[in-house]
């Protein structure tokens, strides 16, 4: 009876969820990508090897770039290679267990036709900036992620003219990954297979200790994957060990990317991705602090005149989706989390919050400490109990701007990944998340303006882009809207409307003023504690396989029930 109900299920879910079909991107430009994997040690480190990395012997990322108008190669899959490796790998991700793989009997065929709208190894778009380089964003992935995970944001940047890096992380964060040997390390025939280690989100001190081993080995990746942009701009020769992308699409790189001025680089990343940003851009910025510099076990230390640490400067652009805040508090980390982000730095060319765009789901803005440890991080001073407004008056006297915070009603902690597209039903039924492509179109949006308001050139939001609400003010129809081009706004102003006049629907500003204080008095313990003691609640969001566990067992007894 069990065998029975779960094939018709699964036929009605195959029929319900056709093979998903990404939207085509919104900017004017064609998007190209190419993957890449260079041995490390062709690449030179600003740190020792951390623990348990010596057996990584390469970096891999995927490149998304504007292509040329002419571009007609071939979409690439979805699934990276090898196909049915990492198809075994998302059953046990998502926590389809026997009986949900048998009634989602469709998930192969769902996600192995599912293709990018990208062009494998096109021609790269000449630069249409004035200084004829494109900016340059490198974007961490969260947990259960890879290369291709983002693949709708990273593309939908790339077509409005943002090159992409997206690393594939090989601390045990990744979906799976695979390893390839360098040629001059003939250790082992084929690739290692790095498998995606569970981590508890019962917090521990052994949890804190295990996520922190996993940042060391991701701000290292980071600061090689910077290593080899700037080889690449170079023409720096690299053993590319991908041999699916061709030479000439590495070589037309030459001259081409913007990430050798000072704080060109834009860094970006989603949950796990945007709290390994944090303490990449911390760690670095913040080198020569005494108290960083007197870390116990620190995540990471640049060496001093390393290129890294001449390119995060107080100016550097940041970009936190969902940022997971349980990995920066632990208490060895403690320096880091006491200092604020490179933005808000006492100096006089400091942007302030004007250079930092987060964006939450719904789920995490309900998950009310998690908000307040949040608000602390993205103020000017995270010891500050509460977030006041003299915060942003530095000493010197400079005030700054509060960050462009602000949340997706009605969306999950996967909605602002490729999962939403790909598995809505899923995402609907256990998330209560509606319409992901709204979520990453909000998302787009606000992208694009955090980008354009900090000088970094960006093509129009598209008409379509807007759907959701372009008006500036609900009340005054005649109050500007930006300025217009013939299919679409060059200055959206609306996504970053604070007046409380919700301008853009599904779309909600954060007042990040007033919060910090999570009822500390009440409970008699700080915000930090009670996001320890939330965290295991809230970990089905970021582990999936948690919830669905649940549901597996509920469709277990309701069979029992009907035999």
């Given at each position: 009876?069990?065998?029975?109900?779960?094939?018709k299920?699964?036929?009605?879910?195959?029929?319900?969820?056709?093979?998903?079909?990404?939207?085509?991107?919104?900017?004017?430009?064609?998007?190209?990508?190419?993957?890449?994997?260079?041995?490390?040690?062709?690449?030179?480190?600003?740190?020792?090897?951390?623990?348990?990395?010596?057996?990584?012997?390469?970096?891999?990322?995927?490149?998304?770039?504007?292509?040329?108008?002419?571009?007609?190669?071939?979409?690439?899959?979805?699934l990276?290679?090898?196909q049915?490796?990492h198809?075994?790998?998302?059953?046990?991700?998502?926590?389809?267990?026997?009986?949900?793989?048998?009634?989602?009997?469709?998930?192969?065929?769902?996600?192995?036709?599912t293709s990018?709208?990208?062009?494998?190894?096109?021609?790269?778009?000449?630069?249409?900036?004035?200084?004829?380089?494109?900016?340059?964003?490198?974007?961490?992935?969260?947990?259960?992620?890879?290369r291709?995970?983002?693949?709708?944001?990273?593309?939908?940047l790339?077509?409005?003219?943002?090159?992409?890096?997206?690393?594939?992380?090989?601390?045990?964060?990744?979906?799976?990954t695979?390893?390839?040997?360098?040629?001059?390390?003939?250790r082992?025939?084929?690739?290692?297979?790095?498998p995606?280690?569970?981590?508890?989100?019962?917090?521990?001190?052994?949890?804190y200790?295990?996520?922190?081993?996993?940042?060391?080995?991701?701000?290292w990746?980071?600061?090689?994957?910077?290593?080899?942009?700037?080889?690449?701009d170079?023409?720096?020769?690299?053993?590319?060990?991908?041999?699916?992308?061709?030479?000439?699409?590495?070589?037309q790189?030459v001259g081409?990317?913007?990430?050798?001025?000072?704080?060109?680089?834009i860094?970006?990343?989603?949950?796990?991705?945007?709290?390994?940003?944090?303490?990449?851009?911390?760690?670095?910025?913040?080198?020569?602090?005494?108290?960083?510099a007197?870390?116990?076990?620190?995540?990471?230390?640049p060496?001093?005149?390393?290129?890294?640490?001449?390119?995060?400067?107080?100016?550097t652009?940041?970009?936190?989706?969902?940022?997971?805040?349980m990995?920066?508090m632990?208490?060895?980390?403690?320096?880091?989390?006491?200092l604020a982000?490179?933005?808000?730095?006492?100096?006089s060319?400091?942007?302030?919050?004007?250079?930092?765009?987060a964006?939450?789901?719904?789920?995490?803005?309900?998950?009310?400490?998690?908000?307040?440890?949040?608000?602390?991080?993205?103020?000017?001073?995270?010891?500050?109990?509460?977030?006041?407004?003299?915060l942003?008056?530095r000493?010197s006297?400079?005030?700054?701007?509060?960050?462009?915070?602000?949340?997706v009603?009605?969306?999950?902690?996967?909605?602002?990944?490729?999962?939403?597209?790909?598995?809505?039903?899923?995402?609907k039924?256990?998330?209560?998340?509606?319409?992901?492509e709204?979520?990453?179109?909000?998302?787009l949006?606000?992208?694009?303006?955090?980008l354009?308001?900090?000088?970094?050139?960006?093509?129009?939001?598209?008409?379509?882009?807007?759907?959701?609400?372009?008006?500036?003010?609900?009340?005054?129809?005649?109050?500007s809207?930006?300025?217009?081009?013939?299919?679409?706004?060059?200055?959206?102003?609306?996504?970053?409307?604070?007046?409380?006049?919700n301008?853009?629907?599904?779309?909600r500003?954060?007042?990040?003023?007033?919060?910090?204080?999570?009822?500390?008095?009440?409970?008699?313990?700080?915000?930090?504690?009670?996001v320890?003691?939330?965290?295991?609640?809230?970990g089905?969001?970021?582990?999936?396989?948690?919830?669905?566990?649940?549901?597996a067992?509920?469709?277990?007894a309701?069979?029992?029930?009907?035999?």
């Amino acid at each position: 009876m069990e065998s029975t109900t779960a094939s018709k299920l699964g036929s009605y879910l195959s029929r319900l969820s056709p093979v998903p079909a990404f939207p085509q991107y919104t900017g004017p430009y064609k998007v190209g990508t190419i993957d890449i994997e260079i041995p490390v040690s062709e690449l030179e480190s600003p740190v020792p090897v951390p623990e348990g990395a010596n057996d990584i012997d390469t970096v891999q990322f995927r490149m998304f770039y504007p292509a040329d108008p002419t571009s007609t190669e071939k979409r690439i899959s979805w699934l990276p290679n090898p196909q049915r490796q990492h198809l075994s790998a998302y059953t046990k991700f998502l926590g389809i267990g026997p009986m949900l793989a048998e009634f989602l009997s469709f998930l192969p065929r769902h996600l192995h036709y599912t293709s990018i709208p990208v062009h494998k190894n096109a021609k790269l778009h000449e630069a249409t900036t004035e200084d004829k380089r494109w900016p340059t964003m490198i974007f961490s992935h969260g947990l259960g992620g890879g290369r291709n995970s983002y693949s709708y944001i990273a593309g939908s940047l790339a077509s409005h003219g943002i090159v992409v890096l997206c690393p594939e992380h090989r601390d045990g964060s990744a979906v799976a990954t695979f390893v390839r040997t360098p040629e001059d390390r003939a250790r082992m025939a084929g690739r290692q297979f790095i498998p995606y280690n569970k981590i508890s989100h019962d917090v521990t001190p052994e949890v804190y200790v295990a996520r922190e081993a996993q940042l060391r080995i991701r701000c290292w990746e980071m600061a090689l994957i910077h290593q080899a942009l700037l080889a690449l701009d170079r023409g720096t020769p690299l053993n590319n060990l991908n041999r699916s992308t061709s030479l000439a699409s590495i070589d037309q790189l030459v001259g081409q990317l913007k990430v050798h001025e000072p704080g060109s680089i834009i860094f970006a990343g989603h949950s796990f991705g945007a709290a390994t940003t944090t303490q990449f851009l911390k760690s670095t910025y913040y080198a020569n602090r005494p108290e960083v510099a007197a870390m116990e076990n620190p995540l990471f230390a640049p060496a001093e005149g390393s290129d890294i640490r001449e390119q995060i400067t107080e100016r550097t652009v940041t970009l936190l989706l969902d940022m997971w805040c349980m990995p920066l508090m632990a208490p060895n980390s403690a320096p880091l989390f006491n200092l604020a982000l490179p933005a808000y730095a006492d100096v006089s060319t400091a942007p302030g919050g004007k250079a930092i765009l987060a964006v939450e789901s719904e789920s995490f803005f309900k998950w009310k400490e998690h908000l307040h440890v949040k608000a602390q991080l993205l103020s000017p001073d995270p010891t500050a109990k509460v977030v006041t407004p003299d915060l942003y008056e530095r000493p010197s006297g400079i005030k700054l701007s509060e960050p462009n915070f602000f949340y997706v009603m009605n969306s999950a902690h996967l909605s602002q990944s490729d999962f939403g597209v790909l598995f809505p039903w899923l995402t609907k039924k256990i998330f209560s998340a509606e319409q992901p492509e709204r979520a990453l179109r909000l998302n787009l949006r606000a992208q694009l303006q955090i980008l354009r308001v900090n000088g970094v050139p960006v093509a129009r939001t598209h008409d379509s882009d807007l759907v959701d609400g372009n008006q500036f003010d609900k009340l005054d129809a005649k109050k500007s809207r930006g300025d217009q081009c013939k299919d679409g706004i060059m200055d959206d102003q609306a996504i970053f409307d604070r007046s409380g006049s919700n301008p853009v629907e599904y779309w909600r500003w954060i007042d990040i003023v007033g919060l910090g204080d999570s009822d500390e008095k009440k409970t008699g313990k700080t915000a930090v504690e009670q996001v320890e003691e939330g965290e295991q609640e809230m970990g089905s969001s970021l582990d999936p396989s948690e919830d669905m566990t649940v549901v597996a067992a509920s469709h277990r007894a309701t069979s029992a029930v009907a035999a």
